[in-house]
């Protein structure tokens, strides 16, 4: 069972990217399950993979706005697709850095593995496990912290 | 290895065993050299004694032959003065030794030292008469003399009357030498001899004494000798007792140290300290600068009470241990990379007394973390296949028919909370629309949950409640809050997805069974007689609140299938506020005169018009306006003045309001104040009236009116 602080340690490594380096605090939605199918995903998603003593995946996802806002608001003229891609890959790291400090040797967290999808399409989650939903809330746009372990 | 002594390995006496040998070594210096330069000295004066003895022994000789040598010159008219002088000087030397032996001079101060040994006073008595007789006849020749002789032509020399008086006096001088001289010559010797033995002695005992001292300065060389043996012998058991307590301490797994009075950790500690406190500072460091890094302030301030507690030595050991704040306490340290690493460590206290007095804490430490980690995990296995065999128990019992209907009704509350829960929300006002909604949600699925005497579903539901209730308290609410509710809303599922589980396994046929005696399967959402429901709900509340209760329902078969939820709904919350505020403890009713058992009525009707009533009646003790006035006051629902102004509909209208219970503390049968806005939510949707009655110490009635035409509108809202 996922607890509260695992969430926690997980929206707070986002939260914290958008504070640091947008200079700009990102606030937390009204988080739920998904509880059949898997979840859906913005069009860029940096993947953690999870072992250890709990199995499973995290994935931060965004839409390109809201990403080229952020690339923007960081004084990056350079919105390329690589840019974008590199960008999605620093949050996930952000929050797997954190995941790092706070449950040790317990998880062990892979490198961030970054997706870009359209419309429609899903990220490789594992499908018997519900998925918590945390949106990020960051100016007007919102983005998707996806916490699936068993 | 032979043990030391114990008068060496003793402490105290090993400490002294040093100035012990000083102190026998100078004893020694005192005890032999004084007596022995003493007896020297005294030695040395019987010597100088026994010397002039042996030079007066011949004095009385030399006085005789002088006297009678002076006679004869004196009869040859010879010069005299020679021998004259020689008498004065014997007799001067004789007076010496005499006056010496009576005034304890250099010869009788030698024999004084030696009283039992001294000359015999009366001889030394009989000794001065006769020299003093003696010397009477030598007094005329002690003076000094005119010449003795006259010269003349005619008769030629000749003595004159002094010559003549000389010569007399000479005469009577020998006379008395020949007789005193043997006596006094006897008398020295004897002194001389007596010096002699005494002399003999002193060598003697100076001889004994030096034997002595050899003697002593043998056995004191080898008392030092088996001082130092012993010494050394213990220093070699100290060291290898060192050693051994240096390895115990290199490889006990358990931290160990110990606690002065001062509260500092001693200097020395097992080394798995540094690995279980992460620091290498240890020794020396205040017991409290060791805890404070890695426990609560409030763990912290009791485990310094603690402490305090065990310096008194009045407290019992026992007592002690039994309140020791510090056994499995969680810690937290410093991972390295920035985080806390949560471990289990177990401190355990034991007084070491010096006498009576405590004089220090021996305290160990051990790494537990993986002991409590079990045991947790051992109490969740517990729980959970407690749980397991409860709803299995339940659910044999239960009829499938109902069992299916809950979880489907159930599975349809969590969608409606997953998706109030997903409506996007950004402020606090409409996170707390939603908190309100779920509220009501998760209240009614506890109702139906405790109704079926679902324990393992209510209490999870009670729990889901009391977190939304503290959200709810707050006076922002944010995206956050609502991450304990996702974690509840989460378990909630699980189990409710496990128990569908169990149900289906129950319902399965067995390998092997024949056909025929497999078990029916369950009819889907087949909805439950609201009689049995209502009796089980009000069944448990009663045993929970320990009240007599009876339950009658009249006409609830006849309730239309699309009424039933809500009517279930609206009876469940009316019944189970009647139990827990209406009817009285048996004790209580009785003492006011009404029979031990409430009682509580359920009634449906329909009239031809299609027009449904629901009366949910008790005979309890009516509701008191003055106490519902006071709690929705006291829960900030209206101000003093507004309560005051309210007439008595309105203060039961108070009872509708969200938030609102005159129970003091939530408990899972109520407190919380969401039932009786869930009654007014379902009669708002139903666009129905709700009507109280209340007579103080007799009865409360809620009457619910449904108009025709409703069930369409319930069926659509579902």
Known sequence: MVTEAEIRTFVDGATHYFAIAANQPAAIGSPYLVTEGLPAVHEY????????????????????????????????????????????????????????????????????????????????????????????NWRSHSAKLIVCLD | ????????????????????????????????????????????????????????????????????????????????????????????????????????????????????????????????????RYRKTLAPLLAAHPLPYTESETRGSELNDAGRALHEALSVAAGAG????EALGRAITHLAADVDRHSARLSRTLRYLMLGALAGAILLAAGLGLLIAAR??????LADV??????????????????????????????????????????????????????SADTLGTAEKFVEVLWTERTRENLVRSINPLQEVEVSFDNGTGGRETRHLDFDFHRVRDGEQVAALLVSVTDVSQRVALAREIATLREQSQAQAETLFGVVHLDPAQMRSFLGESAVTLKMINAILREPARDSAAFRR???????????????????????????????EAELKDVESRREIGGSDFLPLVVRLDELLGHLNSLDGLVGRVAEPAHGDAPGETIPSVEPASLPPLPLLLGNLSDTVARRQHKDVHLATTGLETVPP???????????????????????????????????????????????????????????????VVAIRAAAVSRGLVSEDEAAALEPRGIYGLLFRPGFSTLAEADEDGGRGVGMSVVAEQVRTLRGRVAVASSDGQYTRFTITLPAGQSGRQANAA
């Open chain 2, 562 to 624: 699309e009424l039933i939820q809500p009517v279930k709904n609206i009876s469940v919350q009316l019944v189970r506020n009647a139990i827990v505020h209406g009817i009285e403890a048996p004790e209580a009713r009785l003492a006011c005169g009404k029979a031990a058992t409430g009682q509580v009525h359920v009634e449906f009707q329909r009239d031809a018009g299609g027009n449904c009533r629901l009366q949910i009646t008790d005979d309890g003790a009516g509701l008191s």
């Open chain 2, 1 to 132: 290895m032979k043990p030391v002594p114990r008068w060496l390995s003793l402490p105290g006496r090993g400490r002294a065993a040093p100035w012990l040998a000083g102190g026998l070594l100078a004893a020694f210096a005192l005890g032999v050299l004084a007596p022995g330069l003493r007896l020297a000295d005294a030695l040395d004066d019987a010597n100088a004694a026994e010397r002039a003895l042996a030079d007066r022994a011949r004095e009385p000789a030399a006085l005789q032959a002088s006297l009678v040598l002076a006679r004869d010159r004196l009869d040859t008219f010879a010069y005299v003065d020679g021998p004259l002088g020689d008498v004065r000087r014997s007799v001067a030397s004789l007076d010496a030794l005499l006056g010496q032996l009576k005034d304890d001079g250099a010869v009788s101060g030698v024999l004084a030292s030696h009283p039992a040994r001294a000359i015999d006073p009366p001889a030394l008595a009989e000794l001065g008469a006769a020299w003093q």
């Open chain 1, 45 to 136: 998603s940096g993947l953690i993979g999870i072992s250890g003593r709990r199995q499973g995946a995290v994935c931060f996802t965004a839409p390109r706005a809201m990403l080229m806002v952020l690339l923007m608001r960081m004084n990056e003229t350079d919105t390329s697709e690589a840019n974008m891609r590199d960008l999605i890959g620093e949050v996930a790291n952000t929050i797997s850095g954190n995941a790092r400090r706070d449950f040790g040797a317990d998880f062990v967290i892979s490198v961030p593995d970054v997706h870009t999808t359209r419309k429609g399409e899903t990220l490789p989650l594992p499908v018997n496990i519900r998925s918590f939903v945390i949106p990020i």
């Open chain 2, 232 to 237: 050394l012998r213990q220093a070699r058991r």
């Open chain 2, 178 to 181: 020949r007789s005193q001289n």
């Open chain 2, 434 to 464: 939603k908190v309100e909604n779920i509220l009501r949600q998760v209240h009614t699925l506890k109702g139906e949950a405790a109704a079926l005497g679902l324990g393992t579903v209510e209490s999870r539901a009670h729990a889901f």
């Open chain 2, 242 to 295: 060192e050693r051994q307590t240096a390895a115990i301490l290199r490889t006990v797994r358990e931290g160990l140290f110990l606690v002065e009075p001062s509260g500092r950790i001693g200097a020395v500690h097992s080394e798995s300290m540094t690995k279980l406190f992460q620091r290498g500072d240890i020794a020396g460091l205040m017991l409290t600068d060791l805890l404070r890094p890695i426990v």
